[in-house]
């Protein structure tokens, strides 16, 4: 054994050199920014003239009128407001816009996953230069493990982009999701992981994590409908399916995102133990209180659902228009009743050229004032990943994750819209 230890050694180095070569280094001195405002992600107050020391990739200090360190490098952004790296905890960047089934049987059956995963090094990017320095990407949609490989090229420094938590292909029970509606003569891609049975389940997600997954995603319900004033769905698994697959997540150390919109999917999710919620439009007072008590998050994908609703309604649904409505009333209850909303866009179900920051406007047009817009967006959002020791606010030893903007998303929360500055673990990335 002792005689082999040095060759493994000079092996592991050989391998390890050309990755840390590529990787977009942290400065190794300091930096200080200098804002004329700093929302820290936390504080109910903003922090008038601050000072953020940036060390390597971390934050060393942050506070009001700090001394700047001899021979630190001084990035002055004059009088911007900063604030922590924003966290979207629901994308697909493996997706270009899926308003009707048309758009997304297309880039199912017409474009290579190589192709789409060229194209979310495209959709990372543009995440990052709008600020979003963490996402949690809820499933491929088809394209299998290509969104790890993302992940892996990211930490890397293969391409700019944000850090990333991956949930691969997701998964859902046979004839439940697309693709749907082909020959039975043919075999066409599936949008998920199709898996029947309780046993099946776990090994999905054990091969899910086998391949990568950071979460589990999976399809908790379809095929909303209006019944007695309430939003209703087919659930998908079967309590038995649901559980196991918690369950073995769970004992794996990764956490549950359901898809779950009407009030029976979103309930058979809470049953099961699903750590957030995804869309939930048809939550109401029953389903908010247990989230409450069991602690669960909610991210309700506001924007997309208003954006599809048109083309979704022309094309033969027009229960996703209703489904707007009752959000909203869902969204005004929640805040009150004090449940996790985290933001959470669903960029790529829209086009990634629409800026995922418009989530911002109608969280606060719903009812939140800015800062817990912006507080859904970092230490909120944080908390969801459990990453809150790492992300989510400007203070000693998180990641120097900081984005600046040019005037007061306290006064004008749509400022999130245009992001001018940019730095993820110290790099910057864009400097307006
Ligand atoms: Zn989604």
């Given at each position: 054994?002792?005689?082999?230890?040095?060759?493994?050694?000079?092996?592991?180095?050989?391998?390890?050199?050309?990755?840390?070569?590529?990787?977009?280094?942290?400065?190794?001195?300091?930096?200080?920014?200098?804002?004329?405002?700093?929302?820290?992600?936390?504080?109910?107050?903003?922090i008038?003239?601050?000072v953020?020391?940036?060390?390597?990739?971390?934050?060393?200090?942050?506070?009001?009128?700090?001394?700047?360190?001899?021979?630190?490098r001084?990035?002055?952004?004059?009088?911007?407001?900063?604030?922590?790296?924003?966290?979207?905890?629901?994308?697909?960047v493996?997706?270009?816009?899926?308003?009707?089934?048309?758009?997304?049987?297309?880039q199912?059956?017409?474009?290579?996953?190589?192709?789409?995963?060229?194209?979310?090094?495209?959709?990372?990017?543009?995440?990052?230069m709008n600020?979003?320095?963490?996402?949690?990407?809820?499933?491929?949609?088809g394209?299998?493990?290509?969104d790890?490989?993302?992940?892996?090229?990211?930490?890397?420094?293969?391409?700019?982009?944000?850090?990333?938590?991956?949930?691969?292909?997701?998964?859902?029970?046979?004839?439940?999701?697309?693709?749907?509606?082909?020959?039975?003569?043919?075999?066409?891609?599936?949008?998920?992981?199709?898996?029947?049975?309780?046993?099946?389940?776990?090994?999905?997600?054990?091969?899910?994590?086998?391949?990568?997954?950071d979460?589990?995603?999976y399809?908790?319900?379809?095929?909303?409908?209006?019944?007695?004033?309430?939003?209703?769905?087919?659930v998908?698994?079967?309590?038995?399916?649901a559980?196991?697959?918690?369950?073995?997540?769970?004992?794996?150390?990764?956490?549950?995102?359901a898809?779950?919109?009407?009030?029976?999917?979103?309930e058979?999710?809470?049953?099961?133990?699903?750590?957030?919620?995804?869309?939930?439009?048809?939550?109401?007072?029953?389903?908010?209180d247990?989230?409450?008590r069991?602690?669960?998050?909610?991210?309700?994908?506001?924007?997309?659902?208003?954006?599809?609703?048109?083309?979704?309604a022309?094309?033969?649904?027009?229960?996703?228009?209703?489904?707007?409505?009752l959000?909203?009333?869902?969204?005004?209850?929640?805040?009150?009743?004090?449940?996790?909303?985290?933001?959470?866009?669903?960029?790529g179900?829209?086009?990634?050229?629409?800026n995922?920051?418009?989530?911002?406007?109608?969280?606060?047009?719903?009812?939140?004032?800015?800062?817990?817009?912006?507080?859904?967006?970092?230490?909120?959002?944080?908390?969801?990943?459990?990453?809150?020791?790492?992300?989510?606010?400007?203070?000693?030893?998180?990641?120097?994750?900081?984005?600046?903007?040019k005037?007061?998303?306290?006064?004008?929360?749509?400022?999130l819209?245009r992001v001018?500055?940019?730095m993820?673990?110290?790099?910057?990335?864009?400097?307006?």
């Amino acid at each position: 054994m002792k005689i082999l230890r040095p060759a493994i050694v000079i092996l592991i180095s050989a391998l390890v050199a050309p990755f840390q070569a590529a990787k977009a280094a942290a400065p190794a001195g300091v930096t200080a920014l200098r804002c004329g405002r700093l929302i820290d992600g936390k504080r109910a107050e903003p922090i008038e003239n601050a000072v953020v020391i940036v060390e390597g990739e971390r934050i060393k200090e942050a506070g009001a009128g700090l001394a700047v360190p001899a021979g630190a490098r001084v990035v002055d952004l004059g009088r911007g407001t900063c604030l922590p790296g924003l966290i979207d905890n629901h994308t697909h960047v493996m997706l270009q816009g899926d308003i009707t089934a048309a758009d997304y049987d297309e880039q199912l059956l017409k474009e290579s996953i190589p192709y789409r995963a060229i194209r979310a090094t495209a959709a990372v990017r543009t995440a990052l230069m709008n600020g979003f320095t963490a996402l949690r990407d809820l499933e491929t949609e088809g394209a299998m493990y290509a969104d790890v490989d993302v992940k892996t090229a990211i930490n890397r420094g293969v391409i700019p982009g944000p850090r990333m938590f991956v949930s691969t292909r997701a998964l859902a029970p046979t004839g439940t999701y697309p693709l749907l509606g082909y020959s039975w003569e043919l075999r066409v891609p599936e949008g998920v992981q199709i898996v029947d049975g309780a046993d099946n389940v776990r090994h999905a997600v054990r091969e899910q994590v086998k391949y990568g997954a950071d979460w589990i995603k999976y399809y908790s319900d379809r095929r909303y409908f209006m019944k007695d004033g309430a939003l209703h769905s087919w659930v998908n698994f079967t309590g038995e399916e649901a559980r196991a697959l918690v369950e073995e997540a769970h004992r794996l150390g990764r956490k549950v995102a359901a898809h779950a919109i009407g009030r029976d999917g979103i309930e058979s999710a809470l049953k099961a133990g699903a750590d957030t919620i995804e869309h939930g439009d048809g939550l109401d007072d029953e389903l908010l209180d247990l989230m409450v008590r069991r602690g669960v998050y909610w991210c309700p994908t506001i924007f997309v659902g208003a954006y599809v609703a048109e083309g979704r309604a022309a094309a033969g649904a027009p229960i996703w228009k209703t489904m707007v409505d009752l959000e909203r009333q869902a969204f005004g209850k929640a805040l009150r009743k004090g449940v996790k909303i985290s933001y959470g866009t669903d960029a790529g179900g829209y086009a990634w050229t629409e800026n995922q920051a418009k989530e911002f406007a109608y969280m606060v047009r719903y009812g939140m004032t800015p800062l817990q817009a912006i507080h859904a967006a970092t230490s909120v959002a944080a908390a969801l990943l459990g990453q809150e020791a790492d992300l989510g606010s400007v203070e000693p030893g998180r990641y120097a994750d900081i984005v600046a903007v040019k005037g007061d998303p306290l006064a004008d929360i749509t400022e999130l819209e245009r992001v001018s500055f940019v730095m993820k673990g110290g790099v910057v990335y864009k400097q307006e």
